[in-house]
């Protein structure tokens, strides 16, 4: 058997790139794609939050990542999958039904990538031992991030770059995603250089769940797990309609409420500021729950994720189209995004601690994901029924409900301290 932690310097980088640049291409780049190629805001809104559903459904199949096979062999071949959809959204663009080409491509990129979460996050705790899978959780985070900023930051300034270009965007994006397919493609080659096969049989049969409908029943069984469930869901319910909106926002035209960016310029923003923001958020919450634990910090993150959604608010009232505002505004944004996620994420770790920890994870993050898809769909019907400047009043409002359910949610104070030993 191949020792624990060999490589990780190598493969935890590579293989947290990889599963979140996939991610960040279905939710996020599809939703500039669409509005580019003259999708309305109430379809974008509705038919990609949709997308979400695969990580929504993700805990009915992960009990199955566990007793068939290797996590690595999962991994692997659901990246390359991940890539051939890609293609295959390449390839849709300039038929004449794109629309739903480019979704039933996008839906086998999702399902695939909610598998490959799946699996490299019970990798990652396989061929970790303890100790390291707390050191590496900050560069895992990271990379994870920088895959999202990839994809709505230097993804989406290509895609500009060729519409100035070509003078032709369905012919822009259908490059663009050629590439992007290329990207993932050398991503999968590459964890199949440097991950080692570290599952012995004797690993898989330690990690196999009891039985498949126990992983269910020890899960639903948690004490609280009601409340908790209704904190997952309602977490997100502000950023899950406004991510929908945010680009859309941006790129329309300001008689249409919007503030007539530039594709090219959206992504430059987003891969500037928004890449070095999102980064400083993400460590400075993992250091900072790591130094004092979740409790003293969840009701700071819960505002910091949420206040900066009052800046998209104040641009829609005002109709300002100044770079230095709008910059300001994603900053704070995504800045908040990066600080704040870190304590939702320790909350999903606390809740999956125990027996069957991979598929609970698996359960947690269904719930999150569920989370984000129902309002999500919402989000363009929203938006066309208030407008920018009330719809994004609303989002504010949205943060209230997680707020008033924290003071009933329980966990130990100091969960996420250096000294505690958890797995991600």
Not at 122 to 144: A, E, H, P
Request: proline residues 4%.
């Amino acid at each position: 058997m191949i020792q624990k932690d060999k490589g990780a310097w190598a493969w935890v980088p590579i293989l947290y790139f990889t599963q979140g640049l996939p991610y960040v291409l279905v939710v996020t780049v599809s939703v500039i794609l669409y509005k580019k190629l003259g999708v309305s805001n109430e379809d974008i809104g509705l038919y990609t939050s949709l997308l979400y559903l695969p990580w929504v459904l993700k805990p009915l199949w992960s009990p199955f990542v566990d007793l068939k096979s290797t996590k690595r062999n999962w991994f692997l071949g659901t990246q390359l999958l991940i890539s051939l959809a890609l293609f295959g959204v390449a390839l849709a663009i300039p038929t004449n039904m794109f629309f739903v080409s480019t979704l039933a491509c996008f839906w086998m990129a999702a399902f695939a990538s909610a598998t490959n979460d799946i699996a490299s996050d019970g990798y990652y705790m396989i061929g970790l031992t303890q100790k390291k899978q707390s050191f590496f959780v900050g560069m895992r985070s990271t990379f994870y991030r920088l895959a999202m900023v990839t994809g709505e930051g230097l993804i989406v300034v290509m895609a500009g770059y060729l519409e100035t270009k070509y003078g032709d965007n369905g012919k822009a994006w259908s490059v663009t995603m050629a590439a992007a397919a290329f990207l993932m493609l050398a991503l999968t080659l590459s964890n199949f250089l440097v991950t080692p096969k570290y599952e012995s049989s004797a690993a898989i049969k330690i990690s196999k769940p009891a039985g498949f409908l126990s992983v269910f029943t020890t899960f639903f069984q948690k004490p609280g797990i009601g409340i908790a469930l209704a904190f997952i869901l309602t977490f997100r319910l502000g950023e899950s309609q406004l991510v929908k909106m945010a680009a859309p926002f941006l790129l329309d035209t300001p008689d249409k409420g919007g503030l007539g960016y530039s594709t090219e310029q959206l992504g430059t923003i987003f891969g500037t500021a928004g890449v070095i923001f999102l980064s400083i958020g993400g460590i400075l919450g993992g250091v900072l729950i790591s130094r004092d634990g979740l409790k003293k910090w969840m009701l700071p993150m819960i505002l910091s994720i949420n206040l900066p959604n009052v800046l998209y608010a104040v641009l829609a009232m005002t109709q300002t189209d100044n770079i230095v505002a709008v910059t300001i505004t994603v900053i704070f944004e995504k800045f908040g995004y990066g600080f704040g996620f870190t304590a939702f994420l320790m909350y999903l770790i606390y809740i999956a601690e125990g027996q069957s920890k991979t598929s609970h994870y698996a359960i947690a993050t269904g719930f999150m994901a569920l989370g984000m898809m129902l309002p999500g769909m919402l989000s363009g019907f929203m938006q066309k029924w208030l407008g920018y400047e009330a719809f994004f009043i609303w989002v504010v409002i949205a943060a209230l409900p997680a707020i008033f359910l924290l003071k009933f949610i329980s966990y130990p104070p100091d969960f996420g301290k250096k000294t505690n030993a958890t797995n991600e």
